[in-house]
């Protein structure tokens, strides 16, 4: 009776059932896997959802890609950012995953192929199953930093390839693309008419001075078609929002093509909100208290992370650039599942590398959102598990 794109199998990870069970339970436990910013003590201003209750909400008039008010903030949204980018090729999304799925409705046929970085974003499974569009793998390998392993890239791609997928900073690795491999990047693809997919949600946040003005950004580029992701959710920590967008950068006559057909898609949906689209410059504005606070909470619990992870001689922090997540290298005394199982039973929640699709184990990830306090309390639980000093085995 249903679709072969819901899993077949939908029962939880044993992960997942153990964090359900000590939550019956009533056992807590450190959380370091929180992504949800609005659960991670920030001092959001109690008015700043005030301006979706402009009286103009009451009167719909919808516009496929948006209102233009919204686009030009978006804009100039970049333009803070140092990427020129026109308001005219913005389309407005109800979030970053609604993007996915309305640019694999815009590129791809039944099976055609996107190619998607390993280790990443594990949702990327479902985004392409749900749209009937394969993901094939590329990846990313670390010698001392993150880079695109191109000739993996390469034999990936097949004549059903649609889209590269690309995350700056990716989600868990905290990789920006560079220049020289966007531009690298683009000389594959282009000639081969396979698009870009660039999901910039965590470019505003660097972990290492300078990385995101370093950064390759695909929405400036005229030689390739391209589509650069973001949205509210990270940007200024209101996923509630549901505001995402997509920016169009490539040749003229290739993005105005891709707009009109993004335009039909967006007009048969018209998913995101008015009162959302008449608030989104206001709620830019405000929200750069958000974003500051956030910025400089996963800088403070970066640090933190080296500072301990350097007493603790078997353990290694994998260097991050940017975004929201750390990734420890930690010995492999054990699988990463039992030991994540381990680590809950000890009081602190992680995410094991393979959630990620890392090449190897052992890796936990976690999550730099968390108060400071909270962060260290859950750190000193994992490392004494891997430091006879600290007490643990
Ligand atoms: C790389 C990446 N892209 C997109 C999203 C989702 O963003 P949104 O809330 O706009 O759908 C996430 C959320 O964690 C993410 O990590």
């Known amino acids: 009776m249903f679709s072969s794109r819901i899993p077949a199998n939908l029962s939880l990870n044993p992960l997942t059932a153990a964090v359900r069970a000590a939550r019956a339970g009533g056992r807590p436990f450190v959380d370091l896997t929180e992504s949800n910013p609005t659960r991670a003590g920030f001092d959001y201003p109690p008015n700043l959802l005030a301006p979706l209750s402009d009286v103009r909400g009451l009167h719909y008039a919808p516009s496929p890609l948006g209102a233009i008010e919204a686009r030009c903030a978006i804009a100039a949204d970049y333009e803070r950012q140092g990427v020129p980018v026109a308001?005219?090729?913005?389309?407005?999304?109800?979030?970053?995953?609604?993007?996915?799925?309305?640019?694999?409705?815009?590129?791809?046929?039944?099976?055609?192929?996107?190619?998607?970085?390993?280790?990443?974003?594990?949702?990327?499974?479902?985004?392409?199953?749900?749209?009937?569009?394969?993901?094939?793998?590329?990846?990313?390998?670390?010698?001392?930093?993150?880079?695109?392993?191109?000739?993996?890239?390469?034999?990936?791609?097949?004549?059903?390839?649609?889209?590269?997928?690309?995350?700056?900073?990716?989600?868990?690795?905290?990789?920006?693309?560079?220049?020289?491999?966007?531009?690298?990047?683009?000389?594959?693809?282009?000639?081969?008419?396979?698009?870009?997919?660039?999901d910039e949600v965590f470019a505003d946040y660097e972990l290492e001075a300078g990385a995101a003005g370093r950064a390759g950004r695909a929405a400036a580029r005229r030689d390739v078609l391209s589509f650069v992701l973001g949205g509210l959710s990270k940007s200024i920590?209101?996923?509630?929002?549901?505001?995402?967008?997509?920016?169009?950068?490539?040749?003229?006559?290739?993005?105005?093509?891709?707009?009109?057909?993004?335009?039909?898609?967006?007009?048969?949906?018209?998913?995101?909100?008015?009162?959302?689209?008449?608030?989104?410059?206001?709620?830019?504005?405000?929200?750069?208290?958000?974003?500051?606070?956030?910025?400089?909470?996963?800088?403070?619990?970066?640090?933190?992370?080296?500072?301990?992870?350097?007493?603790?001689?078997?353990?290694?922090?994998?260097?991050?650039?940017?975004?929201?997540?750390a990734v420890l290298q930690v010995p492999s005394l054990e699988t990463e599942e039992d030991l994540v199982l381990r680590l809950l039973a000890d009081g602190v929640l992680t995410h094991p590398g393979y959630f990620f699709d890392f090449p190897r184990e052992s890796f936990l990830i976690v999550s730099l959102l968390p108060p400071e306090a909270t962060f260290a309390d859950g750190l000193s639980r994992v490392l004494r598990h891997f430091d006879c000093s600290m007490g643990g085995q």
């Open 237 to 325: 920590g209101l996923p509630q929002a549901k505001l995402g967008w997509i920016a169009v950068g490539g040749p003229d006559p290739l993005a105005a093509a891709a707009l009109d057909r993004l335009e039909l898609i967006c007009d048969t949906y018209l998913a995101v909100s008015t009162p959302v689209q008449l608030a989104a410059a206001t709620l830019l504005e405000r929200g750069a208290a958000i974003r500051r606070a956030i910025a400089s909470r996963i800088q403070a619990n970066y640090r933190a992370l080296q500072a301990s992870v350097a007493r603790t001689p078997s353990c290694r922090v994998v260097p991050s650039a940017g975004g929201w997540y």
């Open 87 to 198: 308001a005219g090729r913005i389309a407005l999304t109800a979030s970053t995953s609604d993007a996915y799925s309305l640019l694999f409705k815009l590129l791809a046929n039944a099976d055609d192929e996107v190619l998607v970085p390993r280790p990443s974003y594990p949702l990327f499974d479902h985004l392409t199953r749900l749209d009937i569009v394969m993901p094939r793998h590329y990846d990313l390998d670390l010698h001392g930093a993150w880079s695109i392993d191109f000739p993996s890239l390469e034999r990936a791609i097949t004549s059903r390839t649609r889209a590269v997928l690309i995350v700056s900073p990716n989600n868990p690795t905290g990789s920006f693309i560079s220049a020289d491999e966007l531009d690298r990047l683009a000389a594959i693809c282009a000639p081969r008419s396979i698009a870009i997919i660039a």
